[in-house]
């Protein structure tokens, strides 16, 4: 235990607020996605199960696969002594077919699209996202939530990505990377850890060692010869012998376990979306108050587009009204464009519809977005500007949400396919999008400034771009 700080003196005002996700046997769960009858079932994926074959490795097993001692890695071989194949002993009087499990061999750019569907949702719900491999991504959510909303936030994107694209996530949320990481392993599958600043020396104390970010199995064993078998033993452990006996990594596990990682999660990917939302206190019909909720939250998407020199082509809206039905709207543009009170007017336009009905809550999102400028190598991207212009977002939240719920889509437009226009007030809106600059001239600024907008969306408080009604 940490014998040297007072509980919450890690609580300093700058700690970030990171989240990892970890897609629960992540191959397994997308064979499972195209054929439920494994829903369930023991069930290994890898290559080398063809009949008779036995070279090969296991890519990954289900929960209920582990359960037999079978894990990825593991040579094909000793999988199948573990857990035979059901289709070699489903004829055998001799063996247990309930003792058997199936096997599927690797596809992976089957696992890749769906991959790609997590992502774009991640992407969706956070300003920085780092997508580290198929399965996994840490996201900085700090100017998105704070740390009382953490785990209902959590908890919803695990829901979202269930219910979207029908496979499980573990969430970790934590002050720093490397915490955040043990936290979404901590209770896998479908874990849900948050662990609040000034929680973390008590979260890690107990832990085995080799739980600790960048502790393997030799290092956990090289630590227990020096009596160091939990994160908490390593936390208060000599440095310098940790330093001695394993050089600079010594330092940075001894540091992990303390909970100090300076590491920030820097982008990779590009965003199909952006979107905020905010939560009413209890649903109101006041129209003064949805209408600055919504120039709230438009202005803070905005000024995140801006940051990430992203143009948009599609400004849509979500009302959700009580029970919980959700109702999306989106206008598309005739073409990309970086204009903040375009994305306000549209906003609160589409808002129009919704006049008199009691809301819980509302959101705004600019979608078909582009790259055309700016900073690329700072978003690290894969992707090209023209493809991220291309992308359809049909796996978002906010799509699926309205396919699923959505009662007169009458306005409504997926990303990537045509619009249903006829707005009579949204008259007007060609001329100025095409009197927008499509070059990207607007300098990008610093910083997105989305917490502020935020706390002005949570009270309620209008901004600056009341002005800008005038010109509706
Ligand atoms: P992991 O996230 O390590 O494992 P997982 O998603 O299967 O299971 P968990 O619930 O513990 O997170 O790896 C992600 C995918 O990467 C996994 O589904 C298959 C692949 N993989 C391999 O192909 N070989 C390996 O040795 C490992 C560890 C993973
Ligand atoms: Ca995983």
Request: net charge negative.
């Amino acid at each position: 235990m940490d014998g040297e700080r007072l509980p919450g003196t890690q609580t300093d005002d700058g700690a970030r607020i990171v989240t990892h996700v970890d897609m629960d046997c992540f191959y397994a769960a997308c064979e499972r996605l195209r054929e439920p009858a494994l829903d369930g079932e023991p069930l290994v994926v890898g290559m080398g199960f063809e009949p008779g074959e036995t070279i090969g490795a296991v890519a990954t097993a289900s929960y209920e696969a582990r359960e037999y001692g079978v894990d990825s890695a593991m040579a094909i071989s000793e999988a199948l002594e573990r857990l035979p194949r059901k289709i070699d002993v489903v004829d055998d009087p001799d063996r247990d077919v309930d003792e058997a499990g199936f096997y599927r061999p690797v596809d992976m750019s089957y696992y890749e699209s769906v991959s790609s569907e997590v992502k774009a949702i991640l992407q969706e719900r956070a300003d920085v996202v780092r997508e580290v491999s198929i399965d996994e991504a840490y996201l900085d959510v700090s100017d998105e939530i704070r740390w009382e909303e953490a785990e209902e936030w959590a908890e919803q994107l695990k829901s979202d990505i269930e219910d979207a694209v029908g496979v499980a996530a573990s969430v970790g949320v934590a002050p720093t990377m490397s915490a955040a990481k043990v936290a979404s392993d901590h209770d896998k599958p479908d874990g849900l850890v948050v662990v609040e600043p000034g929680e973390v020396r008590d979260f890690f104390a107990d832990l085995p060692v080799d739980e600790v970010h960048g502790v393997g199995p030799v290092t956990a064993a090289e630590l227990s010869s020096l009596g160091i078998e939990t994160a908490g033993d390593l936390a208060d452990a000599d440095p310098d012998t940790l330093a001695d006996r394993f050089g600079e990594r010594g330092m940075e596990i001894y540091r992990y376990a303390r909970g100090e990682d300076e590491r920030e999660v820097t982008p990779r990917g590009l965003p199909k979306s952006l979107s905020r939302e905010s939560a009413f206190a209890s649903a109101t019909s006041d129209e003064d108050a949805k209408r600055d909720r919504v120039r709230s939250l438009a202005d803070s998407v905005a000024d995140r587009a801006t940051s990430k020199d992203a143009l948009y082509q599609t400004i849509g809206i979500k009302v959700v009204t009580p029970p919980y039905d959700v109702h999306t709207r989106a206008h598309s543009l005739p073409g990309p464009v970086d204009e903040p009170s375009l994305v306000e007017e549209v906003a609160l336009d589409l808002l129009e519809e919704f006049e008199g009905d009691r809301v819980r809550k509302v959101g705004v999102r600019v979608s078909k977005l582009s790259f055309s400028g700016g900073d690329q190598s700072s978003l690290d991207g894969f992707e090209s500007a023209a493809g991220s212009a291309e992308s359809a977002d049909s796996t978002s939240s906010f799509e699926r949400e309205r396919s699923s719920h959505e009662t007169s889509p009458t306005n409504a437009t997926t990303d990537d396919g045509p619009v249903s226009e006829g707005q009579a007030s949204l008259d007007g809106f060609e001329a100025m999008a095409d009197g927008a600059d499509r070059s990207d001239d607007d300098s990008p600024t610093d910083s997105t400034g989305d917490g502020a907008d935020d706390e002005a969306a949570e009270s309620g408080r209008s901004s600056e771009g009341q002005s800008t009604l005038g010109e509706f």
